[in-house]
Nanobody, 122 residues
Framework: VQLQASGGGLVQAGGSLRLSCSASGRTLSNVALGWFRQAPGTEREFVAAISASSITYYTNSVKGRFTISRDNAKNTVYLQMSILKPEDTAIYLC?????????????????WGQGTQVTVSS
C-alpha cells in the first residue's frame, strides 16, 4: 500500500488548509485512517483518526478546528484544517491501520505516507 499526502503549504494564522491522502495498492474502505504530525525536534503526535464506519477521534488541541473525513470511492482521507495557529506548523503524515477501529497510537498504524509540510505564520 502506498499513501500519498498533499495539500500542505504556507498560510497565515487563522487561515485554512485541506490535506488529502490518496491510497494505492489496496482498498482502504475497511480500515481506520489517521493523520499525525511532527514538528522539528519533537516526537510524532496524533492529530485525528476516522474508523471504517466513519467514527472520528481528535486530539484535544485540534477539536473544533480540524475535521477528518473519508471518501471510500476515491480511496482518500482528508483533513480540513481551520483557524490555524503557528503551533500547528509541522509535517503532516497520513497512516492506515490494519483494522477498522481508530487509535491514537503510532504503533497501531502499519502503512504511512511521506508527509506534507504545513507552515502557519503569525
Amino acid at each position: 500500500v502506498q499513501l500519498q499526502a498533499s495539500g500542505g503549504g504556507l498560510v497565515q494564522a487563522g487561515g485554512s488548509l485541506r490535506l488529502s491522502c490518496s491510497a494505492s495498492g489496496r482498498t482502504l474502505s475497511n480500515v481506520a485512517l489517521g493523520w499525525f504530525r511532527q514538528a522539528p525536534g519533537t516526537e510524532r503526535e496524533f492529530v485525528a483518526a476516522i474508523s471504517a464506519s466513519s467514527i472520528t477521534y481528535y486530539t484535544n488541541s485540534v477539536k473544533g478546528r480540524f475535521t477528518i473525513s473519508r471518501d471510500n470511492a476515491k480511496n482518500t482521507v482528508y483533513l480540513q484544517m481551520s483557524i490555524l495557529k503557528p503551533e500547528d506548523t509541522a509535517i503532516y503524515l497520513c497512516a492506515a491501520r490494519g483494522w477498522g477501529s481508530t487509535s491514537p497510537r503510532l504503533t497501531d498504524y502499519i502503512y504511512w505516507g511521506q508527509g506534507t509540510q504545513v507552515t502557519v505564520s503569525s
